[in-house]
């Protein structure tokens, strides 16, 4: 016990924290038909940083490109505005089922490099109304959402659902009416087809509408549902499961070790890609 304390104090005094750098961490998302790409290339806090937490350190003498078989090699330029490197898709579209390349040099810094397909949106997915049930001043119905996934390969995705609703309150003088949107499910955790089996998922959800509320008199008609699905790819999946596992385990003292992977080279972080399906249900489709 005294052994392992002494060589720990040691230790800590033979190393020059000023000497370590924290590492650098690079993230990026693409996806089809986005408007500007944008690259986060930034530093991880060393053991002697002084700065407050949630801020970043922006590199800001990085050279960064973007290429694929289509458009070339394209250099990022840096945005002071958001600290980002930054381009208009203009010059570089993204695509589906293409492979983008990134390199960011940063002097007295080994290249850092990274590819990913941007993978095909995925459509196959719907919503249908299962029960209702009737209050005194409201009314609940409740859905299933569902994905109907593709066999042989392993896909990813990750649903969000709103419903919209009319609002119409009636005083003695005025007539107000407004469209309400909420929430029938948040981002849902990530679902993984691992098996590949092409099976369907399903997910749960409801909704409470109100009838009236006092003092006002006011009615409430639902009109239609939105679900948004995003289709995954592999690392992006992969990197997101981490940090949900990480965010599941926060507090718990037996939680496994989460190790956050990365698709770069001499970095960590991310270079993602994903595509988006958003679909409109009119509610007399769901009766």
Known sequence: SFFHLSSCTKFEEEINVDDLPGPVVVNSFLYPSMQSVKVYVHRA????????RGLIIPVIDAVVHISNSQSGEVRLMYNENDSTYTIDTNHLPIIAGELYSLSIAIPDHPLIESAVIVPF??????IIKTDSSIGEYFREYFF?????????????????????????????????????????????SLIS???????????????????????????????????????LEGFTYNYLKALEDFDISLGDPFAQYVIVPTNLTNAQGIFGAYAAVEKTFSWGELK
């Open 45 to 52: 806090y060393s053991l002697n940083d002084q700065i407050p």
């Open 144 to 188: 299933n959402t569902f994905i109907n996934d593709s066999a042989g390969i392993q896909n990813n995705y990750q649903l969000f659902g709103t419903v919209a609703i009319e609002e119409v309150c009636i005083t003695d003088s005025t007539t107000e009416q407004n469209i309400i949107n909420n929430t029938i499910f948040d981002y849902s």
């Open 193 to 231: 087809d691992q098996n590949r089996d092409g099976q369907t998922f399903h997910k749960n959800a409801y909704c409470s509408v109100y009838d009236q509320v006092y003092p006002f008199h006011c009615k409430y008609t639902p009109l239609s549902i939105n679900l948004k699905l995003i289709h």
């Open 121 to 126: 949106p995925f459509e196959n997915f719907g």
